[in-house]
Structures are given as structure tokens and as C-alpha cells.
């Protein structure tokens, strides 16, 4: 582990944020997701994160509990919720959601992005 100039290992956390991708004139749902989740996956690649993934998000019928990916499709747009998971070193986990916040929102320009989580990344294999 890197040590910092005060002494103190660097510490990671792994943020867990919702993010909803609008993608537009595609005609197949896996399409839908197969764009949203390279598009944000260049984005999340850009930051300083060490470890990302990012998966669709499920959601629950309402009256019989089957769960399906969270995608909304239309004629010409449809709208995937993502979650991504990112790792980012900081000195406490409210500091990594502002982080992960800041360098996502930069390279994801008016998005909404929701802090889902946010704890303490077990230490990368040496």
C-alpha cells in the first residue's frame, strides 16, 4: 500500500451511484442496454477510479414481485437505469461520494446522478 505524507494508508471506497442513460434510435432493448452501458462505462473509465462495474438495475412487478431490467423503450428513445460501482481512494466515505460525483458529473453532463452507497473497498490483490 501507498503511504501518504501524514503516515496514513491510503484508504478506498466503493461508491455505488444510480445513473439513467437515455439512448436514442435503437430498436432492440439488449441493443438498448449493450449502448448504455459502453457509453457510461467510457465515462467511468476516464476517472480516477481503480475498479468500476456497472450493471442495469432491477425492479420489481408491483403485484407479483417478478423482477425485470429496469429499460423503458419507445418508438425512437429508451431510458436504462444503471447502477455503477466505482472505487475511489479518500480520506472518508462521505468524501468519496463527492468525488465520484464530481468526476462523473463533469463527464456526464446534466444526468442525475444518485449516491445509492457507499463503503469501505476491501484492499486490491497485491
Known amino acids: 500500500m501507498t503511504m501518504s505524507g501524514h503516515g496514513e494508508e491510503e484508504t478506498w471506497f466503493e461508491v455505488q451511484l444510480s445513473v439513467p442513460w437515455v439512448v436514442a434510435g435503437t430498436t432492440g432493448v439488449q441493443d438498448v442496454i449493450n449502448i448504455a452501458v459502453s457509453e457510461v462505462g467510457k465515462r467511468v ?4 477510479a481503480r475498479y468500476s462495474e456497472i450493471v442495469v438495475q432491477d425492479v420489481a412487478c408491483p403485484s ?16 436504462v437505469v444503471l447502477t455503477v460501482l466505482a472505487q475511489f481512494e479518500a480520506s472518508s466515505a462521505e468524501e468519496s461520494s463527492r468525488i465520484a460525483k464530481r468526476e462523473l458529473g463533469v463527464r456526464m453532463k446534466d444526468i442525475p446522478l444518485t ?12
Open 45 to 48: 473509465n476516464q476517472t480516477s
Open 64 to 79: 407479483c414481485g417478478y423482477e425485470y431490467e429496469a429499460t423503458l423503450s419507445t418508438t425512437d428513445f429508451a431510458l
Open 115 to 126: 449516491v445509492l452507497g457507499v463503503r469501505r473497498a476491501t484492499p486490491e490483490p497485491e
